[in-house]
């Protein structure tokens, strides 16, 4: 058990390190001319097994707060929406879409 503790905050570490590491990666804040890569980005995010709840905006009557708890909601139909019209043009404004719905998810639910 200590050990399994111990794995998992060594992969954790290493997953931190590799988020920095990504940040000084230039490709992962570069511009895309078109929005054709990053589609194909949203399209295998939204594909996922675990997506499909966060696919559509939250319902305000199945999730009564949500609008007075949440101030930016976010979902993958949005995201999709503002990479067509080229309001997220890199990986790294993609990145923090996705982790604004995250962090709403979490705000929201608790962890």
């Given amino acids: 058990n200590r ?3 111990k ?4 992969i954790a570490m290493e997953k ?3 988020l920095l590491l990504l940040d000084k990666n230039e490709a992962y804040h570069r511009n895309h001319p078109d929005t054709t890569a990053l589609l194909q980005l949203w399209k295998r995010v939204s594909s996922h097994r675990t997506a499909a709840v966060f696919r559509k905006p ?3 009557s199945e999730a009564p707060g949500y609008t007075d708890r949440i ?3 976010m ?4 995201v ?3 990479i067509v019209a080229k309001m997220i043009r890199s990986y790294s404004d993609f990145h923090g879409r996705v982790g ?3 962090h709403n998810c979490v705000k929201f639910n608790g962890r």
């Fill in 3 to 5: 050990s399994r503790r």
């Fill in 58 to 60: 939250v319902n305000p």
């Fill in 80 to 82: 999709r929406k503002m």
């Fill in 75 to 78: 979902d993958l139909s949005l």
């Fill in 16 to 18: 931190q390190q590799a």
């Fill in 100 to 102: 604004l719905i995250c």
């Fill in 7 to 10: 794995k998992k905050r060594r």
């Fill in 71 to 73: 101030l930016f909601p």
